[in-house]
């Protein structure tokens, strides 16, 4: 099967959407038959074989979900297939319990359709005539006629299904899969879920674009739910938000150091144009270039990304919910039998140190980005919309591999300025 096969277009989209670039090829991307053969008999993982591999050529798209689970840290390497098996088994109840939890709120969880208009108001009464997509207007709310007031957190939920619904409906419409209703109603049941599930965070716009690729790797809608969990563990701090600040600022706020320190001109030219908060650059970190790339590149970008930034300490440090592990970077000696557990740019914090969550790959990503137009940059952007229209005009443009090679570099360049 082609990648083409297995994340089929729409006809009619097709010149609507970025051509993908990513093409497995043999002896560079990581195939089923060398994912298969880095497992023990006992099942054992040897990932440091698993990341060289990705590094080079990314995932085969016949074993993308499997993989990814152990790239998230969704499972120990160092555990046994009947280990995991236990484990997944658990966390598919779990994730069983929390749905029923749903329902019971709102019945249209679980139901195969999906809510695209509100169901309480602000106050927290029902509105008596909202509908599911694809279904006539209906009242199937579950309050009763003078039921007791709604608890506050059960009223912020509900406020906000309808929203995950809208966001639902507009998520990788070119894409064949989500023209089976089935597949929208499994994407709107994670989101509502882990809304629920988060009370810090909730939903939030752009979270559909995180979740999707799950949804279409895994037949099991548990599983999607885990592995977008681990995914937002990375990245929900980009999604909080308070009055005075967006939680995606810090990163854009290291965005604006990195790029002071390898190219100052370019930055006191950003300044000047009123861009020194790099705002531009906020849907890039949002939904991790996702507009940027054609679904397929995209997920290439994900795993090349994730496989550099590998830790192996990941999954204790998830598991380990007191917090104590904070900083899984932390490391005293090491040899380089070990080092080879860590992707090439997380090694590279280790050896020199860098404790900065902040300083995510994805940055350096966009920090490349920028400098490989730096030249564009200085001489046509008069005003912010020109910066923009720069950047906007990388969409389709972009090859994954050689982006992720310049954040290396980037990074590279970047210690070195820091340290002197």
């Not at 809304?195 to 809608?221: H, R, T």
């Not at 000047?272 to 590149?297: C, I, K």
């Not at 300490?313 to 380990?320: A, G, R, V, W």
């Not at 040899?335 to 992707?343: A, H």
Request: hydrophobic fraction near 35%; proline fraction near 4%; aromatic fraction near 10%.
């Amino acid at each position: 099967m082609t990648t083409v096969t297995f994340y089929a277009v729409r006809p009619e989209c097709q010149d609507d959407v970025p051509k993908t670039k990513f093409k497995p090829k043999p002896g560079k991307t990581l195939s089923a038959r060398r994912w298969h053969a880095a497992f023990s008999e006992e099942g054992y993982l040897d990932i440091a074989k698993v990341l060289s591999r990705i590094q080079r050529g990314g995932v085969h798209p016949s074993i993308k979900g499997v993989v990814w689970e152990f790239l998230l840290g969704c499972y120990d390497p160092k555990s046994t297939f009947d280990e995991r098996g236990e484990l997944r088994l658990r966390r598919r109840e779990q994730y069983g319990t929390w749905k029923a939890e749903c329902q019971a709120m709102e019945p249209t969880i679980g139901s195969g359709r999906i809510l695209t208009t509100p169901v309480i108001t602000d106050d927290g009464k029902p509105v008596q005539d909202h509908s599911t997509s694809g279904n006539d207007l209906q009242d199937n709310t579950s309050f009763p006629p003078d039921g007791p007031p709604l608890d506050k957190k059960v009223i912020q939920w509900k406020l906000v299904l309808h929203q995950i619904g809208l966001d639902v409906v507009r998520t990788d419409r070119a894409l064949t899969f989500y023209e089976n209703q089935e597949n929208d109603a499994k994407l709107w049941d994670i989101l509502s879920v882990y809304a629920w599930m988060d009370k810090d965070i909730g939903y939030c716009q752009g979270m559909s674009d995180l979740c999707s690729p799950m949804v279409m790797l895994f037949d099991n809608e548990a599983d999607s739910f885990w592995c977008f969990e681990r995914l937002m563990r990375r990245m929900r701090e980009n999604f909080r938000s308070t009055s005075s600040s967006i939680g995606v600022q810090s990163q854009l706020s290291t965005l604006s150091t990195i790029i002071k320190a390898v190219d100052p001109k370019l930055h006191q030219h950003l300044e000047n144009l009123d861009g020194g908060e790099y705002l531009f650059a906020f849907r890039m970190l949002m939904v991790l270039f996702r507009r940027e790339f054609s679904f397929v590149d995209s997920m290439y970008l994900w795993e090349l990304m994730w496989a550099m930034e590998y830790n192996p300490n990941i999954f204790s440090l998830y598991e380990d919910e007191s917090g104590t592990n904070s900083n899984p970077s932390t490391v005293t000696k090491m040899n380089d039998k070990l080092l080879k557990q860590y992707g090439k740019y997380e090694r590279k914090n280790v050896q020199t140190g860098s404790k900065d969550p902040q300083t995510a790959l994805s940055i350096f990503l966009i920090a490349g980005v920028l400098e490989n137009r730096n030249k564009r940059l200085l001489k046509e952007a008069k005003g912010l919309d020109d910066v923009v229209k720069i950047l906007n005009e990388i969409t389709g443009n972009l090859d994954a591999k050689k982006a992720c090679n310049e954040a290396l570099k980037l990074h590279k360049k970047y210690l070195s300025k820091t340290k002197k």
